[in-house]
């Protein structure tokens, strides 16, 4: 089992997911994700409570120059039995991606 550190709240990858986290990966290179799509959907767990992680897309405005952020957020939050905290979804994506990449080669 895997955890990405991400601020007091970590969300969590399963080792059982792991290779289909890294079929994802070999798919992508033959197809590219459109932004809205989640690759870590289904696959991350919430540290907390152990359910399954949602991702959202806000629209915030900076100086002006508007951007679509993407975060991951656990899926029982909203009904007040988790901590509701906002995760950097690209970052974890990322970090998780690295993280299978070594075991890949
Ligand atoms: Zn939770």
Redesign the pocket.
Same mark, same amino acid.
């Given at each position: 089992m895997w955890i990405v550190e991400e601020n007091a709240y970590q969300p969590i990858i399963n080792i059982e997911t792991f290779n289909k986290a890294q079929k994802i990966l070999e798919n992508r290179k033959h197809t590219r994700l459109r932004n809205r799509e989640y690759l870590l959907k289904e696959i991350t767990y #919430?540290? =907390? #409570? @152990? =359910?399954k992680l949602t991702f959202i897309t806000k629209r915030e405005k900076y100086k002006d120059k508007k951007y679509e952020r993407r975060y991951a957020i656990? @899926?029982?939050?909203n009904k007040g039995? #988790?901590?509701k905290q906002h995760n950097n979804y690209d970052k974890i994506e990322k970090e998780i991606l690295d993280y299978i990449k070594k075991f890949a080669h």
């Open positions: #919430c540290h =907390n #409570c @152990g =359910n656990c @899926g029982t939050a039995k #988790c901590i």
